[in-house]
């Protein structure tokens, strides 16, 4: 678990370093940073796109995953009976891929939540809870205060943890033994 978590703060590191290359105040993008309503990539508006940069790969690879168990033949029927793009998005698509999608939201927000690359690097002066558990066992040695805060944090954590639990108990085995995996048309 250790090595884990020093990973995804690896990663989260390299997410903030990155951002800062890109767009910090010698950034080769920050020009870029005017049409978004921005002056400095530093503080909030900041933190929130670097880890949204830090968290996106996760949750397309969970969403590729849920959306790669479709089957074909509802995709078929639907095109028999002339159904619009939308409408098979919205019947066929999004309901099949309803578990992913919470699943994926859970990962991210237990992610944005732990925190702590990103916004030592780039938050400035934002207080968010991992930080503040380092400023208390780090650096005031208060033990006690970094323990409740520690609490504090799983809490956001084991809610993640039950609503992704609750959701995949409800979830039904989308794929029989006579279901076809779905490949879609290329489109021009």
Do not use: C
């Not at 900041?46 to 880890?51: E, S, W």
């Not at 954590?157 to 029989?176: C, E, N, P, T, Y």
Request: charged fraction near 10%.
């Amino acid at each position: 678990l250790a090595l884990q978590r020093r990973e995804i703060t690896g990663t989260s590191l390299l997410a903030a370093l990155s951002f800062i290359y890109l767009f910090g105040n010698q950034g080769i993008l920050k020009a870029v940073l005017p049409w978004f309503g921005l002056t400095t990539i530093y503080g909030l508006p900041g933190m929130v796109l670097a880890m949204t940069f830090s968290a996106f790969p996760h949750a397309v690879m969970i969403l590729l995953a849920s959306l790669s168990l479709s089957d074909a033949r509802v995709y078929e029927a639907a095109d028999s009976l002339a159904t619009s793009e939308w409408r098979k998005f919205v019947t066929i698509t999004l309901p099949g891929a309803r578990y992913g999608i919470i699943s994926a939201a859970m990962v991210v927000f237990t992610m944005a939540v732990s925190e702590f690359g990103v916004p030592k690097v780039i938050g400035a002066n934002y207080s968010v809870l991992a930080i503040d558990i380092y400023k208390q066992v780090i650096g005031q040695q208060n033990f006690q205060i970094g323990a409740v805060v520690g609490l504090i944090l799983l809490v956001p954590a084991l809610v993640a943890f039950f609503v992704d639990h609750a959701v995949r108990v409800r979830q039904k085995a989308l794929l029989s033994a006579r279901s076809v995996p779905y490949v879609p048309k290329p489109a021009p």
